[in-house]
């Protein structure tokens, strides 16, 4: 059988695409307190080709991280909250009064959802039939049908919010649509300082691309290279993950098995990797579709994923695995990111704080014999950087 797969692209060249997306996402975390796992999932399920659901209660910053993380991935983004009474034209964009006075049913859709490249839907469940149905369409084929108009969509992830999920079975087969799910909760009583320091200041833009067309293309060669990720040699594992998920209690569905491999190479590749190991395994949790089955789920692969990590993808690798290995990663990145942000800073107690305060929370998490060797040698720069400030 002919293998019509993409050729891989070469590792460094992989790896250089994914170091951008990374930065990116970074960008786009600046300015908020507790969100950069959202940011991270809106750029894993761009890459793999799938849609995101976050869920969490009024106030608590879901369309901020992602209108912040799409302000950096750049290209045509659609935002808009949906309501009882919200229009099928809100959306997809009015009649062409031209045509239907030729006796042609067609729609302008130029700046609306169905050319976007990255979407976001708050209140995404409160649509009504004609909305929802015509967006089901949209999201399972990436084409927009609607009277005489058919659309090829170049839409890479819609993501809907909600402040909780809907009840409704009707809408199930609707949520169902969305593979990832991200639940959030207000900003932790340990950050309530940083979270009214960030307040306190001015509203942040969201931050421009340095070449929005770069970042574009990056986020498509590394599409194109997970749909060419070798996935045999975590084959295996993923079998006994979601036989262990499905004892457990956790609901997954085939449909949702087998997409669940689409954030697995996304995963891989986003690590700068052609093929998936156990270290990207840490993705499962996010096709549970309930906080309390993530959780669930968290506790039943906890042997699984006690390896799971992901250079670009810190913060979600670490939240969603609990893993050592994943907390390396993220204390190496935070701490990596405070040095280079101290070099321009004035020497002052605030900039002092904040290297001391990376120092405890490495010491906290790792014994000296522990420390991996990365992020030993981080540790050993900002407490060189404490020293002479």
Not at 159 to 184: C, I, K, Q, T, Y
Request: net charge negative; charged share 25%.
């Amino acid at each position: 059988m002919t293998d019509t797969r993409t050729p891989a692209a070469p590792p460094a060249a992989l790896r250089q695409d994914a170091e951008l997306i990374a930065a990116a996402v970074t960008a786009a975390g600046r300015g908020t307190v507790d969100r950069e796992t959202v940011a991270e999932v809106v750029a894993l399920c761009a890459v793999a080709g799938e849609h995101l659901l976050v869920v969490g209660p009024p106030g608590t910053a879901k369309s901020q991280a992602v209108r912040r993380v799409a302000g950096q991935l750049g290209g045509r983004y659609f935002e808009y909250l949906l309501g009882r009474f919200t229009e099928p034209n809100e959306l997809f964009g009015p009649v062409d009064l031209r045509g239907l006075r030729e006796g042609r049913v067609e729609f302008e859709t130029a700046g609306m959802l169905p050319e976007a490249e990255i979407a976001f839907l708050d209140e995404v469940f409160l649509g009504s039939t004609a909305v929802l149905n015509t967006l089901l369409g949209l999201l399972n084929e990436r084409v927009f049908r609607r009277g005489g108009t058919v659309l090829a969509s170049p839409l890479r992830v819609c993501v809907g919010a909600a402040n909780h999920l809907p009840e409704d079975p009707a809408l199930a087969a609707f949520a169902d649509r969305f593979l990832a799910r991200v639940f959030v909760e207000p900003v932790a009583d340990a950050r309530l300082e940083e979270l009214l320091e960030t307040g306190r200041r001015p509203a942040a833009p969201v931050p421009a691309p340095a070449d929005g067309a770069s970042l574009l293309g990056a986020l498509d060669r590394l599409t194109d290279a997970a749909r060419a990720c070798d996935l045999d040699g975590v084959t295996p594992l993923l079998a006994t993950a979601l036989r262990r998920l499905r004892a457990a209690g956790v609901p997954v569905g085939d449909r949702r098995a087998v997409r669940s491999q689409r954030l697995i190479a996304a995963a891989a590749v986003l690590d700068g990797r052609g093929a998936a190991t156990a270290r990207d395994l840490w993705v499962l949790p996010l096709i549970a579709p309930t906080a309390d089955t993530q959780a669930l789920a968290r506790d039943t692969l906890g042997d699984l994923i006690e390896k799971a990590a992901n250079e670009s993808l810190a913060h979600a690798a670490e939240e969603l695995s609990r893993s050592t290995a994943a907390r390396a990663e993220r204390l190496a990145r935070t701490g990596a990111a405070l040095l280079a942000e101290h070099r321009d800073l004035p020497e002052g107690r605030d900039s002092r704080l904040r290297l001391e305060a990376a120092l405890r929370e490495i010491d906290a998490g790792f014994a000296p014999a522990d420390l991996p060797a990365a992020l030993g040698g981080i540790r050993a720069e900002l407490v060189a950087a404490v020293s002479s400030s």
